[in-house]
């Protein structure tokens, strides 16, 4: 069956860094685009980062320069690297795995930055 599994997440203090993983199986990981989506507490899901599934890269504008995301199709996995955190980057962060007939989510993995 179709799985997406974060892990990485946790509290770091503000400037810290944190990596997220997302392993994925159960479907042909190299055909989807692969996001990580975040959401805040009262605040709506939200996209952070892009891999389509030929690389082309897409970023928020709130993240960029301080976070990249990178796809290793070998290893049915992708990253976040997150640097210069900030309090207001707090959430829950999703996988998730799209192509035109499926969307698949992971289960999420906190993320707290406070000192």
């Known amino acids: 069956q179709v799985q997406l599994v974060e892990s990485g997440g946790g509290l770091v203090q503000p400037g810290g860094s944190l990596r997220l993983s997302c392993a994925a199986s159960?479907?042909?990981?190299?055909?989807?685009?692969m996001s990580w989506y975040r959401q805040a507490p009262g605040k709506e899901r939200e996209l952070v980062a892009r891999?389509?599934?030929?690389?082309?890269?897409n970023t928020a504008d709130s993240v960029k320069g301080r976070f990249t995301m990178s796809r290793d199709n070998a290893k049915n996995t992708v990253y976040l690297q997150m640097n210069s955190l900030k309090p207001e980057d707090t959430a829950v962060y999703y996988c998730?795995?799209?192509?035109?007939?499926?969307?698949?989510w992971g289960q999420g993995t906190q993320v707290t930055v406070s000192s």
């Open positions: 998730n795995a799209y192509s035109w007939k499926s969307d698949y």
């Open positions: 891999v389509g599934s030929i690389g082309i890269t």
């Open positions: 159960g479907f042909t990981f190299s055909s989807y685009a």
